[in-house]
């Protein structure tokens, strides 16, 4: 026992520096891999805070390009109406009709917080639970994609960006519906990564990439990007290529979330099939 | 400088570091993804006199107030760990001995340029490497962000420089 005092004094500083590493990567994998809610919330009423004081000031700097993205917003809307498409706040418009059925419903949200420079972005926004906001839910931009919401509080929602190693899209190009994932591998924050393209898909520059509607998180024909460079490669199964995103992650201000309204139909239909 | 005078300095440094970090450094990136990382800049000044199980306490401590804010809680503070552990060893291997440390705590100005280049550009990048390595957490990405470790690097150590030259003038 006297031998165990004299190497733990003897040996403290390594010991302390195991102990709070193991204490510290505990807590990152632990909870890192989706930012559990239990620790988010006690962070995010300290950090929230200073954060939204933060982001009020920052935002006058930008009121110019806000504007500018919701006069276009408005004006790409107004020649939508009759699709009763859009809505504002956590208050929706739409028409109810016999014969279109409204699937999707929009709810805005400023972002309070967002990142673009590490390899796994994040964005807070002032939509949460009381809003009508849940797990899994898409967020978007104008017609363009940003994320995915993976953790509701009552009054914030936490969305992982495009900009993560764990988010994949599913897409597809625009002109002839071969579906490709997208994904994101890391430095600039305006290239993505498309893999799995199969070899018969004629490929060109600036050919468009759109959302394929298969995941229930994003409707059809939301936006990805454009392609910026491919490579054609001669032993491989797949084509790769790299992706222009259509929205600029780092100049938003505004997002919004969709609601699938048909979603919880679609789930059961699978769960009745898994049942049996 | 009495015990308690550096107490609340390095006390305030600690504040004003973090603030920085979190409210305007962190928004910064040249390049689309090289971040300098200037909170670390506390654990360099650390004097010499504070005990390891300190040392590594204050790292930590570090770390955390980084990664709350950021919401990447142990991410940082495993990062800040390995810097504190390896600071009193770099600390030896680049002094001749114990009497060539002149002054409270490292210093541009008491040390010399070489000194302190070896010593913030060797804990810098133990630093990063940890930080940024964690973060990826797939080799398959190695080059890419090696190159980020070493240019993120090379950006905190001229932040870190600029305020030595800032804060701690040379006497003439």
Same mark, same amino acid.
């Given at each position: 026992?006297?031998?165990?005092?004299?190497?733990?004094?003897?040996?403290?500083?390594?010991?302390?520096?195991?102990?709070? %590493?193991?204490?510290?990567?505990?807590?990152?994998?632990?909870?890192?891999?989706?930012?559990?809610?239990?620790?988010?919330?006690?962070?995010?009423?300290?950090?929230?805070?200073?954060?939204?004081?933060?982001?009020?000031?920052?935002?006058?700097?930008?009121?110019?390009?806000?504007?500018?993205?919701?006069?276009?917003?408005?004006?790409?809307?107004?020649?939508?109406?009759?699709?009763?498409?859009?809505?504002?706040?956590?208050?929706?418009?739409?028409?109810?009709?016999?014969?279109?059925?409204?699937?999707?419903?929009?709810?805005?949200?400023?972002?309070?917080?967002?990142?673009?420079?590490?390899?796994?972005?994040?964005?807070?926004?002032?939509?949460?639970?009381?809003?009508?906001?849940?797990?899994?839910?898409?967020?978007?931009?104008?017609?363009?994609?940003?994320?995915?919401?993976?953790?509701?509080?009552?009054?914030?929602?936490?969305?992982?960006?495009?900009?993560?190693?764990?988010?994949?899209?599913?897409?597809?190009?625009?002109?002839?519906?071969?579906?490709?994932?997208?994904?994101?591998?890391?430095?600039?924050?305006?290239?993505?990564?498309?893999? %799995?393209?199969?070899?018969?898909?004629?490929?060109?520059?600036?050919?468009?990439?759109?959302?394929?509607?298969?995941?229930?998180?994003?409707? %059809?024909?939301?936006?990805?990007?454009?392609?910026? %460079?491919?490579?054609?490669?001669?032993?491989?199964?797949?084509?790769?290529?790299?992706?222009?995103?259509?929205?600029?992650?780092?100049?938003?201000?505004?997002?919004?979330?969709?609601?699938?309204?048909?979603?919880?139909?679609?789930?059961?239909?699978?769960?009745?099939?898994?049942?049996? | 400088?009495?015990?308690?005078?550096?107490?609340?300095?390095?006390?305030?440094?600690?504040?004003?570091?973090?603030?920085?970090?979190?409210?305007?450094?962190?928004?910064? +990136?040249?390049?689309?993804?090289?971040?300098?990382?200037? +909170?670390?800049?506390?654990?360099?000044?650390?004097?010499?006199?504070?005990?390891?199980?300190?040392?590594?306490?204050?790292?930590?401590?570090?770390?955390?107030?980084?990664?709350?804010?950021?919401?990447?809680?142990?991410?940082?503070?495993?990062?800040?760990?390995?810097?504190?552990?390896?600071?009193?060893?770099?600390?030896?291997?680049?002094?001749?001995?114990?009497?060539?440390?002149?002054?409270?705590?490292?210093?541009?100005?008491?040390?010399?340029?070489?000194?302190?280049?070896?010593?913030?550009?060797?804990?810098?990048?133990?630093?990063?490497?940890?930080?940024?390595?964690?973060?990826?957490?797939?080799?398959?990405?190695?080059?890419?962000?090696?190159?980020?470790?070493?240019?993120?690097?090379?950006?905190?150590?001229?932040?870190?420089?600029?305020?030595?030259?800032?804060? +701690?003038?040379?006497?003439?």
């Amino acid at each position: 026992m006297r031998n165990l005092f004299v190497f733990i004094r003897k040996n403290y500083f390594i010991l302390l520096f195991l102990v709070l %590493e193991a204490l510290s990567l505990g807590l990152f994998f632990n909870f890192n891999e989706f930012q559990n809610t239990a620790v988010y919330d006690i962070t995010s009423t300290f950090t929230g805070g200073i954060n939204r004081t933060f982001r009020n000031i920052s935002e006058y700097l930008t009121l110019k390009s806000t504007n500018q993205t919701l006069v276009e917003e408005l004006a790409k809307l107004h020649s939508q109406l009759p699709k009763a498409y859009y809505s504002s706040d956590a208050h929706s418009f739409y028409r109810n009709d016999t014969i279109y059925q409204l699937q999707y419903r929009y709810i805005s949200a400023k972002v309070i917080s967002n990142t673009t420079n590490r390899r796994n972005n994040f964005l807070m926004i002032s939509k949460g639970s009381l809003q009508g906001v849940r797990n899994h839910m898409g967020v978007i931009i104008g017609n363009r994609i940003v994320g995915q919401v993976v953790s509701v509080s009552p009054h914030f929602s936490w969305i992982i960006s495009m900009l993560n190693k764990d988010s994949k899209v599913s897409g597809k190009f625009k002109k002839n519906n071969q579906l490709v994932n997208v994904e994101w591998s890391g430095g600039s924050y305006r290239y993505g990564s498309i893999r %799995e393209i199969p070899k018969h898909v004629d490929m060109k520059k600036g050919d468009t990439i759109i959302t394929s509607g298969n995941s229930d998180i994003f409707p %059809e024909g939301v936006l990805v990007g454009t392609i910026s %460079e491919f490579t054609v490669a001669p032993d491989e199964n797949f084509n790769y290529g790299t992706i222009l995103f259509s929205t600029d992650f780092n100049s938003l201000g505004y997002v919004e979330i969709v609601l699938d309204l048909m979603r919880k139909e679609k789930e059961d239909l699978k769960a009745t099939f898994k049942s049996e | 400088m009495t015990t308690s005078r550096v107490i609340v300095n390095n006390f305030l440094r600690f504040f004003v570091l973090i603030a920085l970090q979190v409210l305007v450094l962190n928004n910064i +990136y040249l390049g689309g993804f090289i971040n300098p990382y200037l +909170y670390i800049y506390f654990i360099l000044l650390i004097p010499y006199e504070v005990p390891g199980a300190l040392l590594l306490i204050l790292a930590f401590i570090t770390g955390a107030g980084v990664d709350i804010f950021t919401n990447t809680l142990g991410l940082h503070s495993s990062a800040c760990l390995a810097m504190g552990y390896a600071r009193p060893h770099i600390i030896r291997m680049i002094s001749s001995g114990p009497d060539s440390l002149i002054g409270d705590s490292p210093s541009l100005k008491n040390q010399g340029l070489k000194w302190f280049l070896y010593y913030s550009l060797s804990l810098i990048l133990i630093h990063h490497f940890v930080l940024f390595f964690l973060e990826a957490f797939r080799f398959t990405e190695f080059f890419t962000t090696f190159l980020r470790v070493v240019m993120s690097s090379v950006f905190t150590l001229l932040l870190v420089l600029i305020c030595e030259y800032l804060f +701690y003038p040379k006497e003439k």
